[in-house]
């Protein structure tokens, strides 16, 4: 691991891949391909953000030039990302308080009041390209959430590429949900929840992404899952992960699309990448890590969008407290504490409302992982080889978690109810007990396992460059 300076910005390099084997820009001027424009339009959420930079940083560094289409809602700093143009589209979120809606509301606006801006301006960049021969057309990557990105694509018969910012075990629970509708599994019994889903194993009905949605808002989901999971005109799909981690899911993946799954991930160490962080990191929890022994410290974070109640809050400071271990919390502006927070923290604990988190998962002192199982802290913890206490909240959180405890046995599960004496018990069991110490080395070895697939010559080199000529030639 190293720091690299980009931009006056601290930023990551895990273990940087080489990309030398790649043709450079230059090679593929030479070769009459021109200098290949890939638009990206990222769903404005952290957890997509960051992988869809993620690949634009990668895709740029093998010759193509970047330009991000970009909400006014949440958008990256263009001034981390000197390499990429960046294009606004105007969405109706601005001008509201999207914080009172929820995820699924956001994305229907998006995708409704997002198309003719996109539109409008896409046909603007081709008018001025037109005279340049040497340009070919833009071709679109969007976030499968994003799905009016692919309409404009199609409407201006422009060449369109999905990514998928979760699992690829994630993806395929959304194309079962109409065989599971048909069959009268949804909306989920409460009797069913622990009986194993058809065709998914290990997945129980609780861990679906739609798991506690009922009726009108049930309906609502799986219309927008049908929609995020209809390739349409797509000519492939490029999921964040890799084979050495997810191989039968991305097998079935395979056979379901009718279009080639490329598994370019884990897309945060593969080049370094400016922080794409909508919040501004707390670098002073480096400086506290520092000063904390060897794998000591439990770092605690349910990523950007999960929340819990006061009552909650109470119970996880109590449990953590408890546990006598040291923690470094992260509690987003906004949280709403109980009044008796302070005490209850005590000494041991180091709270900050936002944090440079794969510099804090990679630090000596991290020994566990408290985490809600976002696919990016999953993947970012996989990497660094800390064992996690897994807590998901919602949606793909689920999915993810039973792969980290029942796939990988790289986690510990959380008992929901989230009482503080099984809070503590759960801290004592990663951190202290042989069944933790058994987690780490088998995390330890996944990493290894990732490490081995992304040098040169493996199976992520092959997905790069079969993407690669795929974009080349759409
Ligand atoms: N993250 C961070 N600092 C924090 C908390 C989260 O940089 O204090 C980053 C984290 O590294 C990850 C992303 O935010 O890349 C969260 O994505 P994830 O898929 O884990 O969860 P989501 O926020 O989408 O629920």
């Not at 910005?9 to 424009?37: A, D, Y």
């Not at 952290?46 to 970047?66: D, K, R, T, V, Y």
């Not at 689920?398 to 109810?417: C, E, I, Y």
Request: with cysteine; charged share 20%.
């Amino acid at each position: 691991m190293g720091l690299d300076n980009c931009s006056g910005k601290q930023v990551l390099t895990l273990r940087p891949v080489s990309l030398t084997t790649f043709h450079r820009e230059e090679e593929m001027e030479k070769q009459g391909w021109g200098l290949r424009k890939l638009v990206l339009v990222p769903c404005p959420f952290q957890g997509h953000i960051n992988p869809m930079l993620q690949l634009g940083n990668l895709l740029h560094a093998i010759g193509f030039s970047i330009t991000v289409a970009h909400t006014r809602f949440n958008f990256p700093n263009p001034d981390n990302h000197p390499d990429f143009t960046f294009l606004p589209i105007q969405d109706t979120l601005f001008d509201r308080d999207a914080s009172s809606m929820d995820v699924t509301d956001v994305i229907s606006c998006l995708n409704i009041s997002c198309k003719a801006p996109l539109k409008n301006s896409l046909t603007q960049i081709m008018e001025r390209e037109k005279e340049d021969h040497s340009h070919k057309l833009p071709c679109i990557i969007y976030d499968g959430s994003m799905y009016f990105a692919e309409a404009v694509a199609h409407e201006l018969e422009l060449p369109s590429i999905m990514l998928r910012t979760t699992s690829a075990a994630t993806f395929l629970t959304y194309y079962s949900f109409p065989q599971l509708l048909r069959e009268g599994y949804l909306p989920l019994q409460e009797a069913m929840s622990l009986a194993l889903v058809p065709g998914l194993y290990p997945l129980r009905f609780k861990d679906l992404p739609i798991a506690n949605f009922k009726n009108k808002n049930l309906d609502i989901l799986l219309q927008q899952t049908t929609r995020t999971s209809d390739i349409r005109s797509s000519s492939a799909i490029i999921c964040n992960t890799i084979d050495c981690l997810e191989q039968s899911s991305l097998a079935r993946l395979q056979q379901q699309c009718k279009v080639p799954v490329f598994p370019i991930g884990p897309l945060h160490t593969i080049v370094p990448t400016a922080s794409s962080g909508l919040l501004k990191d707390d670098r002073s929890c480096i400086e506290w890590l520092d000063k904390q022994t060897h794998n000591s410290v439990l770092y605690v974070s349910l990523g950007s969008i999960a929340s819990m109640n006061k009552n909650e809050l109470r119970e996880m400071a109590k449990g953590l407290t408890n546990s006598r271990q040291p923690f470094l919390w992260v509690l987003r502006p906004g949280s709403l504490l109980p009044d008796d927070f302070n005490e209850l923290i005590g000494e041991r604990g180091l709270i900050v409302k936002w944090a440079p988190q794969k510099e804090v998962l990679a630090h000596k002192a991290i020994g566990g992982f408290w985490s809600h199982c976002g696919w990016n802290s999953t993947l970012e913890s996989i990497c660094a080889g800390v064992p996690m206490i897994c807590q998901p909240c919602f949606g793909d959180q689920r999915v993810n978690a039973r792969l980290l405890t029942h796939v990988w046995k790289v986690g510990l599960a959380m008992d929901s109810s989230l009482v503080s004496i099984e809070i503590e018990k759960a801290i004592r069991r990663l951190m202290l007990d042989v069944e933790g110490h058994e987690l780490r080395r088998k995390i330890i070895n996944l990493k290894e396992k990732i490490e081995l697939c992304t040098q040169e010559g493996a199976s992520f080199y092959n997905s790069l460059s079969e993407l690669r000529k795929c974009i080349l030639s759409c």
